[in-house]
């Protein structure tokens, strides 16, 4: 039995207000996990440091302190609970009312509003009309790609010659700020390809022209963005000593290159196999683009309601998910605001459209699980968490433990998400199998989704509320 009891009231523009009630046993157990975590902090006569039962934290500290600290803590997990047992599709944050806190044996009465997903009218969706291209590999793309394995082949060969632009120097330096060398001013044997950009804006210019045993005065002004707040803004001089001017040599358009490249027998070999691979990339990219358009003929002839306040709420989930991403890579998001010279809310809002069109496009194929009563089997569960634990490289996990990462999240209630993505990514196919398709333009420009992932943005896919 559910420690979570709701009652859910639909409001304007698309928001409801839950009224939540925690039972007394959930309330008691946070209670005592919040007393174990405050007493591993606790110095208490007769008890080893770390081992101080709750029962005494609660005697030292007091319930009402300690509760509050359960209810901080408790209460994420709690709106989560109350969420996927009211069976909403939240968007954006909640505003929480917390009422007064339960004395021992009484239930915890909390409540939210919050936007959630509007609902579709469906209109004719089966046989809709959606543009596809045909593929076409051109052999300057061919070409292109065949430059590109060049350049990751070439390889640097000293030269008796000046620097020039595309080059590449061996140099020591060092930095000064008036006459005093600074902290991190000074590398030695460092490699710089002139025209790269990676040091201080002029300072790979001023060293065009220079050649092995050359010395050179670099004077620079950092950025006044610069990272190292010390030296923004700052004129400073670096004296520069050239060791070697190399120079990049790509392998020649020949047989050697393909077998050099992987193993093919000639350039023909190469040439061929490599427009194979573009023509798949294509292919995939083309269906990719073809079920976008598709689902997005089909929420054109829905009626929804998006007030603006949900777009922008949606927006913001948007930025939050790429901002958890970028934070998993190892990125800071700020620093990508930065890059970006941007404002979170700026990027929030321009983000709005896209925000808007995900919004309809899961609208209507929520709807659409609804009428055809799409469900989800316990097998198709397994074979996405099967898919979505494969890494390359590493052993596929086993029958029990997929089995026992489902059980585990049907316990804790978060099957529910993973259940609808499924279900939704079934709706897209029943479009797919049905629409019609059109001639495109092979030229036709393709939308691109806002994100971080990439330096050229990636499409996302378009069918669950979580992508």
Known sequence: MSAIKTDTKELD????RVEVEVGPDAVERQLSTAAGDIGRDMRVPG???????????LQQVGRDAVLDEAVRKGLPEWYEEAVQAAGLA?????????????????PLSFSFEVAVRPPATLGEWRGVEAPRRDPEVAEEDVDAEIGRLRESLASLE??????????????????????????????????????SDRLVPGFEEQLEGASAGDYREVNVTFPDDYQAEHLAGQDATFKVSVKEVKSKQLPELDDDLAIEAGGYDSLVDLKADV?????????????????????????????????????????????????HRLQHQGLDPAQYLQFMNKTEEELITESEPEAEAALRRESTLAAIVEAE???????????????????????????KALRRSLEKARKRGQDDSLREDIAMRKAVD??????????????????EIWTPEEDKPEKKEIWTPDS
Do not use: C
């Not at 008890?47 to 934290?57: A, D, E, I, L, S």
């Not at 479009?431 to 420009?445: C, D, G, Q, R, Y």
């Open 90 to 106: 939240v968007v954006g944050s909640p505003d929480l009312d917390l009422q007064q806190m339960p004395v021992k044996g009484d």
């Open 373 to 399: 009563q799409i469900e989800v089997s316990d097998d198709e569960m397994m074979d996405a968490l099967r898919q979505a634990s494969a890494q390359p490289g590493q052993k596929e996990p086993s029958e």
């Open 47 to 57: 008890f080893r440091k770390g081992k101080v039962p709750p029962q005494v934290v």
């Open 13 to 16: 523009n698309s928001r409801v």
């Open 158 to 195: 000293t030269v008796e010659q000046a620097a020039a632009k595309g080059d590449y120097v061996v140099i020591d330096f060092e930095g000064f700020l008036g006459d005093e060398p600074f902290e991190g001013g000074d590398a030695r044997g460092f490699l710089l390809e002139l025209g």
């Open 275 to 323: 427009r194979k691979q573009l023509s798949e990339a294509q292919e995939e990219a083309i269906d990719r683009d073809f079920r976008e358009a598709a689902v997005d003929a089909v929420a054109e002839q829905a009626k929804i309601e998006v007030p603006h306040d949900l777009v922008h709420a949606k927006a913001q989930d948007m930025w939050h998910h790429t901002s």
């Open 430 to 447: 029943l479009i797919v199998e049905a629409a019609k398709p059109v001639t495109a333009p092979a030229a036709e420009v393709e939308q």
